[in-house]
C-alpha cells in the first residue's frame, strides 16, 4: 500500500513558493521543498488530490491557491521510514495571502525564489529540483496556449 503524498508548485511573481523542510520531519528534514502532504480522507468524492494540496497550502504557510491547478507529473520513493509513497506535484497559481509559518513542527522556514535560486541552494534536493524544472515547463507551455 503507498501513502499518498500531494505537492504543490505554487508560481507569484516571478518566483516559487519554497519551504525549509522542519528538522524534525522524519523525511528529509531540513531540506528545501515545496509546500505539500499526506492524503487524508475527506469522506469521499471527487477532486481529492486538488482539495488536498489546497488544504495543505493553507495549513502549513496560510496563503489560498486559485482554485484551478495543474497536474505536473508524479513519481515514487521509499521514505526514510521505509513507507513506499506516491507523489503528486501540481501547478498552482497564487490567489492571496502572505505566506508565514503557520506548522512549525513542519515548516522551519518560508522563501519566496526564482527557479536559479532553487537550483544553485545547497539545501535543495534533486526531487525538489525536478519538481520545479517541470512546473516551469509546464507554466510556460499554458502560458502559450493562453496568449495563442
Same mark, same amino acid.
Given at each position: 500500500m503507498f501513502i499518498v503524498n500531494v505537492e504543490g508548485a505554487?508560481?507569484?511573481?516571478?518566483?516559487?513558493?519554497?519551504?525549509?523542510?522542519?528538522?524534525? @520531519? #522524519?523525511?528529509?528534514?531540513?531540506?528545501? %521543498?515545496l509546500v505539500g502532504g499526506k492524503v487524508d480522507t475527506d469522506g469521499?468524492?471527487?477532486d481529492i488530490l486538488e482539495k488536498n494540496v489546497r488544504r495543505e497550502i493553507f495549513e502549513e504557510v496560510g496563503i489560498e491557491i486559485k482554485k484551478s491547478v495543474h497536474y505536473v507529473y508524479s513519481s515514487s520513493f521509499i521514505s526514510d521510514d521505509g513507507d513506499p509513497v506516491v507523489n503528486v506535484v501540481f501547478l498552482c497559481g497564487y @490567489? #492571496?495571502?502572505?505566506?508565514?509559518?503557520? %506548522?512549525?513542527?513542519?515548516?522551519?522556514?518560508?522563501?519566496?525564489?526564482?527557479?536559479?535560486?532553487?537550483?544553485?541552494?545547497?539545501?535543495?534536493?534533486?526531487?525538489?529540483?525536478?519538481?520545479?524544472?517541470?512546473?516551469?515547463?509546464?507554466?510556460?507551455?499554458?502560458?502559450?496556449?493562453?496568449?495563442?
Amino acid at each position: 500500500m503507498f501513502i499518498v503524498n500531494v505537492e504543490g508548485a505554487v508560481y507569484h511573481e516571478n518566483k516559487w513558493l519554497i519551504i525549509e523542510r522542519s528538522a524534525k @520531519e #522524519s523525511h528529509a528534514g531540513g531540506t528545501l %521543498s515545496l509546500v505539500g502532504g499526506k492524503v487524508d480522507t475527506d469522506g469521499g468524492g471527487a477532486d481529492i488530490l486538488e482539495k488536498n494540496v489546497r488544504r495543505e497550502i493553507f495549513e502549513e504557510v496560510g496563503i489560498e491557491i486559485k482554485k484551478s491547478v495543474h497536474y505536473v507529473y508524479s513519481s515514487s520513493f521509499i521514505s526514510d521510514d521505509g513507507d513506499p509513497v506516491v507523489n503528486v506535484v501540481f501547478l498552482c497559481g497564487y @490567489e #492571496s495571502g502572505t505566506a508565514y509559518i503557520n %506548522s512549525p513542527d513542519e515548516v522551519d522556514a518560508v522563501y519566496w525564489m526564482t527557479a536559479e535560486e532553487v537550483f544553485s541552494h545547497p539545501k535543495t534536493p534533486p526531487w525538489t529540483k525536478e519538481s520545479i524544472k517541470r512546473a516551469d515547463e509546464l507554466r510556460r507551455n499554458l502560458q502559450h496556449l493562453n496568449q495563442g
